[in-house]
């Protein structure tokens, strides 16, 4: 039987017990915690013992593995905050921008908090999207349309989410709907999860609420989706189980209200209302695509010195043609160039890679451009960009959390550090600001405004 997680855990709480927490007063919380964790142990050990092989033991045995994740991973979270006096960093706040990888990822389960996206923060060096907006902003505002959901549609990395945030923020639409709501639904919908969330945005989430029966919390939203205009977005949706699951709330027939889904899926419209509106994304076109990659490729216009070598932006043309128009290849192809800047010899290398990568099928565009930029990392990166994998996909988390969790997963150890001179958290720092500058991944909120 495994005792690892329950063993690994009171190792961790009687190391840290004396450095951190008679500091801080809670020496008393902590030692019930360890004194839970010993009777589990010795749970565990009656069990395996008696060779007990019973439904209850099993399920009590995953329970405590689980609890004992938590508690190791609460404690240590608590003596590196303790340990940290750092403050703010080169950002404060980061995202995960594709899912991929995740085979990779061998590293034990702890429960997340789940987090939305924040749909009032957009992304900088946005291009184009202008006639998408156009065209989606008078089926959303018509009154009296028989339509009640709208689809955004298109692949992984196309820019379903950034244009479904663009509408959200577009003062017409705002003006338009009394209340606007944003959720995330994902590959894994957890359909109360999204309910309190949208009931959250609409600012009518109580406490009572989330101890509330399902039914009662499908009534209360499905009441106030009724009686008041809203905007629901329900970002990413999988497939048509998806819809299923979460359309009890939205099933009103005389009503206002309007969900604007993205997905990639392009049948849950026609499944989700008959007077669906399903609008197809396309790819940027090569002059898009262009001015794209120039913003991340090359360095700022305005800085210093600037000047293009004509070599290098003939090599970036014809690059930027193998990413098909998709954004998230060109960003990313864009964001290991940039690392190489003003090298010419490393684009070229670069450029020989790709060549081998990219195919003209676009579907596979995307997955072998995200190869193309795992083989490129050094492999110091390699750890720390796969424990990323863990988070959903636009999952934002705060830097310092992740750094603190980096440093306690052991991800970033403190044998690199030694050498260096520099304390741990410096160099998990360092590492994110490497990954951020190859753009896999995002930074949402900067601090010192880089
Ligand atoms: N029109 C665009 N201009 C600039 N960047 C874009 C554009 N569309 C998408 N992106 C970028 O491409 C990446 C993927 O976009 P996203 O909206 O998450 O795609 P999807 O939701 O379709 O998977 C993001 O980093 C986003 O900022
Ligand atoms: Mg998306």
């Not at 997963?409 to 500058?437: C, N, P, T, W």
Request: glycine share 6%; hydrophobic share 40%.
């Amino acid at each position: 039987m495994d005792f690892s997680a329950v063993s690994y855990a009171l190792e961790t709480i009687d190391k840290l017990t004396q450095e951190v927490t008679s500091l801080w007063g809670v020496d008393e919380q902590v030692e019930g915690l360890a004194s839970e964790l010993r009777w589990m142990q010795s749970f565990l050990k009656v069990a395996d013992a008696r060779k007990v092989n019973h439904e209850v033991i099993r399920t009590s045995v995953v329970e405590i593995r689980e609890l004992a994740y938590d508690a190791e991973d609460v404690i240590e979270t608590f003596s590196l905050k303790v340990a940290s006096k750092r403050k703010g960093g080169f950002s404060n706040c980061i995202k995960r921008s594709a899912c991929f990888l995740k085979e990779g990822c061998l590293l034990h389960q702890i429960k997340w908090e789940a987090r939305r996206p924040y749909p009032h923060v957009m992304d900088d060096n946005i291009v184009g999207l202008d006639n998408d907006v156009k065209k989606l902003i008078p089926v959303l505002v018509e009154e009296g349309s028989q339509c009640r959901v709208l689809s955004i549609c298109g692949m992984g990395g196309m820019g379903k989410t950034t244009l479904a945030k663009k509408i959200y923020r577009e003062s017409q639409v705002v003006g338009h709907f009394k209340h606007l709501s944003w959720a995330y639904v994902s590959q894994n919908c957890q359909k109360r999860k999204v309910w309190e969330d949208i009931l959250s945005d609409l600012n009518i989430l109580s406490e009572t609420d989330k101890k509330m029966k399902v039914e009662k919390l499908v009534e209360k939203l499905s009441n106030f989706l009724t009686e008041n205009k809203c905007l629901v977005i329900l970002d990413d949706i999988w497939n048509i189980e998806a819809w299923d699951s979460l359309k009890p709330t939205f099933s009103a027939r005389e009503t206002r209200s309007k969900i604007l889904l993205t997905s990639r899926n392009k049948e849950i419209i026609s499944h989700a209302d008959k007077n669906g509106f399903l609008y197809e994304l396309q790819c940027l076109n090569y002059e898009r695509s262009w001015e794209l990659f120039q913003k991340i490729g090359f360095p700022p216009t305005n800085s210093l010195g600037y000047e293009i070598d004509v070599k290098m932006e003939e090599l970036g043309e014809k690059m930027v043609k193998n990413c098909a128009g998709l954004p998230l290849a060109i960003i990313i192809l864009g964001g290991i160039l940039a690392t190489k800047y003003p090298s010419l010899t490393e684009w070229l290398k670069v450029s020989a890679n790709v060549k081998s990568y990219l195919k003209n099928d676009k579907g596979e565009v995307l997955r072998d451009v995200l190869s193309l930029s795992y083989d490129d990392l050094p492999p110091y990166l390699r750890p720390c960009f796969l424990y990323l994998s863990h988070f959903p996909e636009d999952y934002e988390i705060s830097v310092d959390r992740l750094i603190q969790l980096l440093v306690a997963e052991g991800i970033v150890s403190s044998k690199q550090e030694a050498d260096e001179g520099q304390i741990v958290e410096d160099v998990a720092e360092g590492y994110l600001m490497e990954l951020a500058e190859r753009c896999m991944i995002q930074v949402r909120k900067s601090t010192t405004g880089k």
